[in-house]
């Protein structure tokens, strides 16, 4: 028990020297759960694989599972015993490094500062990540917009069209009417004015049948436009 403890507090004195962060140092498992609970600035876990009461990996299991999607830390296993079957069954939970003992310096402060590394690039994933999806929710905001604009126009137009083809509905039947009208008075005008033309021209009254062959042209005009 003591071991561990003065392992750890070599494991902490140079990682402050080196001026990594400042340590907290517990050889308890569960108390080392409630300090990652309450202290939200823990970022990197050393642990060793064997403790009392909860072994290294079941710590690990618990503190991954439990804080996988709201919480993103590095856990770094150190043992002086552990075969290759555990290991890799850390290295399958999300170990990011893994120290044996006798404790390498140059060997701790790689692996940290390893581990500090990547979750600063984690850090920037995630707000790059963020910032494209906040773009993409903007510029799909806009295209939205920009789609009601073109259905409401398009609507508009088609709004328009059927003005149009009313009014044009309206007109041709307008049109219809009339020329409906004017061919009823304009029948017996034609027929009284071929009557005169025929008439003058036998009496000689040119002006008169001149006249009347003007008539029947402005009629026949009328019959056409109608």
Do not use: W
Request: glycine share 4%; with cysteine; hydrophobic share 40%.
């Amino acid at each position: 028990m003591t071991n561990v403890r003065e392992i750890a507090e070599e494991i902490a004195e140079l990682l402050t020297f080196d001026s990594f962060m400042d340590c907290e140092i517990t050889v308890d498992p569960f108390k080392a759960m409630s300090t990652v609970e309450t202290d939200q600035d823990v970022s990197i876990i050393i642990t060793d694989l064997k403790m009392p009461g909860l072994n290294g990996l079941q710590l690990i299991k618990k503190l991954l599972d439990r804080y996988n999607n709201n919480r993103d830390f590095a856990v770094i296993v150190v043992t002086g015993h552990a075969g290759t079957k555990e290991a890799i069954k850390a290295l399958q939970l999300g170990v990011m490094g893994f120290i044996t003992k006798p404790i390498s310096p140059d060997h701790l402060l790689h692996a940290v500062g390893r581990a500090d590394e990547t979750l600063q690039l984690r850090k920037f994933e995630k707000r790059l990540h963020e910032h494209l999806v906040h773009n993409v929710e903007a510029r799909t905001q806009e295209v939205r917009l920009l789609s009601d604009d073109l259905l409401r126009a398009k609507r508009n137009l088609h709004s328009l069209n059927q003005s149009v083809s009313a009014s044009n509905k309206i007109k041709s039947e307008f049109l219809s009417m009339l020329g409906h009208g004017l061919r009823t008075p304009l029948t017996p005008i034609l027929g009284f004015a071929e009557l005169i033309a025929i008439t003058s021209s036998e009496k000689g009254d040119m002006e008169q049948h001149r006249y009347s062959k003007t008539i029947s042209a402005e009629r026949f005009k009328l019959l056409r436009i109608s």
